[in-house]
Nanobody, 115 residues
């Protein structure tokens, strides 16, 4: 059974930082592409960042230069370091794993950027 468990969300002031973590189990993590998506109230889920099994990263234009995705294959964990946070970054952040062309999702973690 595939499980993706996100953690690290919370309330942060504009300009602040947070690091999200996603611990994966039930998949061969080292050969799976991983990603972070987010969904704000009233909006569709959107891509934030992805990282290939070779650690090649891609980012949404809205987070380039502020967010960094990384992975630790020894810990089966993917991270999202978020800096210079803006109120528009407020959303539920979801971890995604893609293995054998199938998507798996975590339950999400809330990130709220507010003064």
């Amino acid at each position: 059974q595939v499980q993706l468990a996100e953690s690290g969300g919370g309330l942060v002031q504009p300009g602040g930082s947070l690091r999200l973590s996603c611990a994966a189990s039930g998949i061969p993590f080292s050969i799976s592409a991983m990603g972070w998506y987010r969904q704000a109230p009233g909006k569709q889920r959107e891509l934030v960042a992805t990282i290939s099994r070779g650690s090649s990263a891609n980012y949404a234009d809205s987070v380039k230069g502020r967010f960094t995705i990384s992975r630790d294959n020894a810990k089966n964990t993917v991270y999202l370091q978020m800096s210079s946070l803006k109120p528009d970054d407020t959303a539920v952040y979801y971890c995604n794993a893609n293995w054998l062309h199938r998507d798996y999702w975590g339950r999400g973690t809330q990130v709220t950027v507010s003064a």
